[in-house]
């Protein structure tokens, strides 16, 4: 079976440096300060790659990086946050190179744990060499590496047993004598003319699950705009949840234009329910907390929204009433019928937020309950922050989303369901969900999935999402940890 070596940065990404990912590190990992230093001293790295002294700069990256950051804290961000930036920045000629091959072996120059988890989930590598992070008997990293030319080429040749590998992809200027080991070597850029045997490999593995606050690479340009903006952003996010909370959902489209924010509405919002009618289930794509509260100020009155894990502070915080669901499916769908009854409500079935263009399976207890189904498709795009997260307190999640300079929302009002299409003439709750889920991924252009709620948190946080009590130190510590992008150094 043919083999092939390959590097990951200038070869396999089409960005030689780097310097963003430590920043994403940085940030994620530890807090805003230690993001603000790497920022710092970026000068100082540049000059010492000029200088040729690249070794010393990655040096300087790591240990700014990682030191004092607990080891698992690096893995969580290596799992849910750098996947969506490398495959961003994949160099798709080089990937499909990459994939014609059997065996495949990815080395980097940045610490292994950063990258092991997207080279083998992704791109399916078979190996990743790269540098050693040095933990403490604490599990802290120290910041420092174990890492040398000599150790990378003693390791690919134990890997291929002793063999040369058919081919070596990476740049004539590497400093990797393991090129020279192949039998072959390619240098970018890379044609898209190269023949494939294997068609089925010619895209990876998509990231469908992320998390992470912000929303572009932290090229040091864009950094330097990030922290510049941060101060305006609280400062105008504290105005706009106070305008939300004040002024009436009639008036929101409207003040909401002279803060930056915007709600794109397209198809026809249906009317009002008679009264001692029951109400329209309005069925939403999940893609925010902000979902409901954007629905009701579409269409100008404070319409219930059914909710699981959102904070208590978001709860506060809402201008809707929301009705917490418990997850178990006769309290669940007493709950439904009883708010059904009073009027009009919202549910996202995918039971939590995806931020890429895939829709997670729609939970089908929503179908058993009503045949008056509106399906609604949400989208939104911000320039900064992410207003979801999975490893963090979900109370900032309103607080980063309105930091973001101009926040847009899309509202697609779909027809409401026949009756034909609904479990009253016979048609199975599963069945109509599916419909329900392809016909708002077709709308948004998306892509459904079978992916659960349980599926996200476990490629994100390590759990299956479910919500549980917590002691008061456990809640404490969910308000302070959101705050270490802060605080924390």
């Known amino acids: 079976m043919a083999s092939v070596f390959s590097e990951l940065e200038g070869t396999l990404l089409n960005d030689p440096d780097p310097f963003s990912y430590f920043m994403l590190v940085a940030f994620e990992a530890s807090g805003l300060v230690r993001f603000a230093l790497l920022l710092l001293l970026w000068p100082v790295i540049r000059l010492l790659n000029a200088l040729g002294k690249e070794d010393a700069g990655l040096k300087v990256m790591t240990f700014v990086a990682t030191a004092a950051v607990p080891e698992s804290e690096i893995r969580s961000v290596a799992r849910a946050v750098l996947p969506k930036f490398y495959m961003d920045d994949l160099n798709m000629n ?32 078979d190996e990743v060499i790269g540098s050693e992070l040095i933990v403490n008997r604490f599990g802290y990293a120290t910041g420092f590496i174990k890492n ?14 002793g063999e040369q590998p058919a081919l070596g992809l990476g740049r004539p200027s590497s400093s990797h004598s393991v090129l020279s080991l192949c039998k072959e070597e390619l ?35 864009t950094a330097l705009l990030i922290l510049l903006w941060m101060p305006f952003g609280v400062i105008l996010a504290i105005i706009r949840i106070t305008i939300g909370i004040i002024f009436p959902l009639q008036m929101m489209p409207h003040v909401s234009r002279l803060f930056g924010g915007k709600i794109i509405v397209k198809g026809k919002p249906p009317r009002s329910p008679s ?36 904070s208590r502070l978001s709860e506060i915080l809402s201008p809707i009433p929301t009705v917490r669901l418990t997850r178990v499916r006769e309290v669940d769908a007493q709950k439904i019928k009883q708010e059904l009854s009073k009027g009009d409500l919202i549910v996202c079935p995918e039971g939590t937020t995806c931020r890429e263009p895939f829709l997670l399976r729609f939970s089908p207890l929503f179908a058993e309950l009503t045949d ?23 109370g900032m999640d309103p607080i980063f989303f309105f930091m973001n300079p101009r926040p847009v929302y899309e509202v697609t009002f779909l027809n409401q369901l026949p009756v034909e299409a609904t479990c009253s003439a016979g048609k199975s709750p599963y ?24 599926d996200k948190y476990r490629v994100l946080a390590g759990n299956d999402g479910t919500a549980s009590y917590t002691s008061l130190l456990d809640q404490i510590k969910k308000v302070v940890s959101p705050l270490k992008p802060f605080i924390q150094f």
């Open 148 to 161: 040398d030319n000599k150790r990378v080429a003693d390791h690919v040749k134990k890997f291929f047993d």
């Open 94 to 125: 080089a990937w499909r190179v990459l994939s014609s091959h059997g065996k495949r072996v990815v080395v980097t120059k940045t610490p292994r744990v950063m990258v092991e988890r997207f080279a083998k989930e992704h791109l399916q590598a």
């Open 372 to 394: 008056r189904i509106v399906p609604v498709a949400m989208n939104y795009r911000v320039g900064f922050f992410h207003a979801t997260t999975a490893r963090s307190w979900k």
């Open 431 to 454: 069945d109509v969900a599916n419909y329900v889920q392809r016909i708002l991924a077709a709308t948004l252009g998306f892509e459904c999935t079978n992916f659960t709620r349980k």
């Open 187 to 221: 240098h970018p850029p890379f044609t898209s003319l190269q023949k494939h045997d294997n068609q089925h490999h010619l895209y990876p593995h998509p990231v469908i699950f992320h998390d992470g606050r912000l929303v572009k690479r932290p090229t040091p340009s």
């Open 275 to 310: 009264a001692g009618g029951t109400g329209l289930l309005f069925v939403c794509t999940h893609r925010t907390l902000m979902d409901p509260v954007v629905l009701s100020t579409v269409l100008g009155r404070r319409i219930p929204a059914l909710t699981y894990s959102i």
